[in-house]
C-alpha cells in the first residue's frame, strides 16, 4: 500500500481504497485497490505510470553536456590554404 501511496498519491489511493469497500464480497486486497487506481486512471485518459529504477551508477554519468567552444573552427575557416 505504501507503494501505490507513493505512485499515486493520498486522494487517489482513498478514493480507490473507498471504491473497494463498497463492493460486495471477500475481504478487500491491495490487488482490488490496484485496480481501482488504474480504472480510474483510465478513466481520465492518462497514460499508464511506468516506474523506472536506475542503479546509482547510472543516475551519476547523468551530467549536463556543456557545449563544445565554436571559437577554434572559426579561426579554422579563416585561415587561407597556402597550396592553392
Known sequence: MNRLLQRYGGGELEAAILEVLQLE???P????VLLALEKRREQRRQPPLVHTHLPKHVLD????VRPARLAP????????????
Open 61 to 64: 554519468k547523468d551530467q549536463p
Open 25 to 27: 464480497g471477500p475481504a
Open 29 to 32: 486486497h491491495p490487488n482490488s
Open 73 to 84: 573552427y572559426d579561426k579554422l575557416k579563416d585561415q587561407t590554404d597556402d597550396n592553392d
